[in-house]
């Protein structure tokens, strides 16, 4: 007789227990941790799937008011579905870390469906190239830096490497000739990119090297059908290297030897939603249990990693010089409040339009990049100051032309455009503030003899579409592409000879403490766009602030200022690194109400916390509905090294709010979130 601890497959906080349940089938030896089984569940028995995740050859121990509850028995084993012992500890770990259910980490490590059909091969397009096949000539950096992840691959050793490295400095390389020495070693590795868009172009490389049978690819935008095939073709060891966006990080490899997170500082790799894990510390955790290299690269990376690798927690290494020895471009910052006393209120300023206009002599492409989409990013009546906002969010609504509709780029409601103000009756209304499909129609009134296409989330709905326009982009048919942070990350053309910065100032006026940060990231990346070929780039930032520090540092591509400056400040403003923040968010229906509850789980923190530990609020966050929810958050703000003591007490806040008969409809908590809106 065999003894397991199950989770039930049923994702609610009522549930969220380990039952033990008894085994005596003949095929015992089929049960082990990890495996899908069938249990009768609840008052009725009724048939659950669940999945063990602790075994015993002991009968434990259960009683209630003193009398022994009889255990029940394991109906049946499902001999297709298995997860790996470290996937168990590693989703047991989230858990506790992140304070959300077991069976919602549990299902990171699983695929949403099995096959029932045969499924399109989503890669079959994939472009293989002769000249990505064979091992490049590697720099004397390069060799390093290769060298340094190649030593501890052949040990068997853990390592975290943060690999700093400005743009077009040929990274991609190091992976793929790390990663072959993984391959050489009969081990398996992993891939991380921040976004989809860049997935098609590193594919291609990974499969014109290793072959297509030895590459997966997981992300979201696979249908259920086509991931659950990707998942049984790694399960059968037919693959080497997986590739793909945040989720990856969950593949089930069983010898692990490299993981990769490319562009580490992305936001994109925390998790929004449950569990709200971070995927650097997945990858960490993971890493640690395969004895793994894990290599964080950027040229831009996030402040906390680096403060970790000037304390030596990560081994930093860094690529100074661009691979095709071609200096970083010049950068210049253009004062837009100049241009607006001159009497020019284009978007364009007299030195953008004079660059794009002698690239496109030159028959070099151009890039433009604005942070923000649709026509207008904001709907207001002059006679009152009424603005249009989401009626379920309570946020502004940008107007989108090609629809005539307002939308909100948080839940997606859409509205048409009002022709006279709902408040006053007035026909003053109208759009303000420019989003790229303003940005793409002036662009091609200035410069109408070049083609121009658009990159954003509003022009890439149908399927291969972006793989499309970013094909056109790399084989010359289009002189300018214009777009949000799909054309600002990871992408690598080599004719690309100007890139236009419309609006620096969007991202800097976020409320947040990240916002400087984020905005010399972004600037610097889509700055890194240009020069990759046999030419010097150009880069020019526009802006109403050109003496902000973030965007003369991204200028003089001086990192390390940004980085002395920006830490001084996190230090004196007790901010990460140096503490840890923990958001909690209450739902209600009831403003009132939510607003109340809030203040009494505030309340009872204070009450909790040790000294030098503050709860900050309950406040509003720019985002006050969700759902039809009205949200108000409470902020914790503690020490570094003091984040267990607030996770325990946080998980005591959401035991009690489950028992409260007059709670609010839901509690939400993320640690260290990328997004406090």
């Not at 069938?38 to 008011?65: C, Q, R």
Request: glycine residues 8%.
């Amino acid at each position: 007789m065999k003894y397991a601890d199950v989770v039930i497959d049923n994702n609610t906080d009522a549930t969220d227990l380990r039952y033990t349940y008894a085994y005596d089938g003949e095929d015992e030896d089929l049960l082990r941790i990890g495996r899908r089984v069938v249990v009768p569940f609840g008052m009725h028995n009724k048939e659950t799937e669940g999945y063990v995740v602790g075994l015993s050859d002991a009968a434990p121990d259960i009683s209630a008011d003193g009398k022994k509850i009889r255990i029940k028995k394991i109906s049946g084993i499902d001999k297709d579905v298995c997860l790996t012992e470290e996937a168990v500890r590693t989703a047991l770990w989230m858990r506790e870390r992140y304070i959300c259910r077991y069976i919602e980490a549990l299902k990171c490590f699983l695929p949403v469906s099995e096959v029932k059909r045969k499924t399109k091969d989503p890669f079959e397009n994939i472009e293989l190239s002769e000249a990505d096949s064979q091992p490049k000539v590697l720099t004397e950096e390069q060799r390093k830096v290769l060298s340094c992840i190649e030593n501890d691959i052949s040990a068997g050793k853990h390592e975290v490497f943060l690999l700093k490295g400005v743009t077009g400095i040929g990274k991609t390389e190091v992976y793929l000739q790390a990663m072959q020495k993984v391959i050489d070693e009969g081990r398996q590795g992993i891939i991380l990119v921040p976004e989809i868009s860049l997935t098609p172009q590193l594919v291609g490389r990974f499969m014109s090297r290793f072959g297509k049978e030895s590459v997966a690819v997981l992300h979201s935008k696979l249908t259920p059908a086509q991931r659950s095939v990707e998942y049984k073709r790694i399960e059968k060891g037919e693959v080497k290297v997986v590739i793909g966006a945040r989720s990856a990080v969950f593949a089930p490899f069983d010898d692990i030897g490299l993981i990769v997170l490319d562009e580490e500082h992305e936001t994109s790799y925390k998790s929004d939603k449950n569990p709200k894990y971070d995927c650097l510390e997945v990858a960490t955790k993971r890493a640690i249990d395969h004895r793994a290299v894990l290599v964080l690269g950027s040229a831009t990376p996030s402040v906390v990693d680096y403060y970790r690798s000037e304390r030596g927690i990560f081994k930093r290494i860094e690529l100074k010089e661009r691979y095709n020895k071609v200096s970083l471009p010049e950068v210049e910052i253009v004062d837009m409040s100049k241009e607006v006393k001159a009497g020019n209120r284009s978007m364009f300023s007299v030195t953008l339009a004079d660059a794009v206009s002698e690239a496109l002599e030159k028959k070099k492409q151009v890039i433009l990049f604005l942070n923000r989409r649709g026509y207008s990013t904001y709907i207001s009546c002059r006679e009152c100051g009424f603005v249009l906002k989401c009626g379920e969010c309570g946020i502004s609504m940008p107007y989108h032309k090609d629809t005539g509709l307002c939308e909100c780029h948080y839940c997606g409601r859409k509205i048409r455009m009002p022709r006279t103000c709902p408040v006053c009756g007035s026909k003053l209304i109208g759009g303000y503030g420019v989003g790229t499909q303003q940005l793409e129609e002036k662009t091609r009134e200035l410069f109408p003899e070049a083609t121009v296409e658009r990159l954003d989330l509003d022009s890439i709905k149908k399927k291969g579409e972006l793989e499309s326009k970013l094909k056109r982009f790399g084989n010359g048919k289009t002189d300018i592409l214009i777009g949000t942070q799909l054309v600002a990350k990871g992408l690598d053309f080599s004719n690309v000879g100007l890139v236009g910065i419309i609006s620096a100032d969007v991202t800097l006026n976020i409320p947040d403490f990240r916002s400087s940060e984020r905005t010399f990231q972004l600037v610097t990346q889509a700055a890194g766009r240009s020069g990759r070929g046999d030419e010097v780039g150009r880069v020019i930032i526009q802006t109403y602030s050109p003496d902000n520090r973030a965007l003369t540092a991204s200028a003089m591509h001086d990192y390390d200022a940004f980085f002395e400056d920006e830490i001084a400040i996190r230090k004196a403003t007790e901010y990460p690194p140096f503490t840890e923040i923990f958001q909690i968010v209450i739902h209600d229906e009831d403003d009132e109400k939510a607003m109340e509850y809030a203040g009494r789980c505030a309340k009872w923190l204070r009450s909790k916390v040790p000294e030098g530990t503050y709860v900050l609020g309950p406040a509003a966050p720019m985002l006050m509905r969700q759902g039809g929810l009205y949200r108000y958050q409470i902020l914790i703000k503690t020490p570094s090294g003091n984040r267990k003591n607030i996770t325990a007490l946080v998980r005591q806040l959401k035991e009690q709010h489950e028992k409260a008969k007059d709670k609010s409809k839901l509690m939400t908590v993320d640690i260290n979130p990328f997004s406090f809106s």
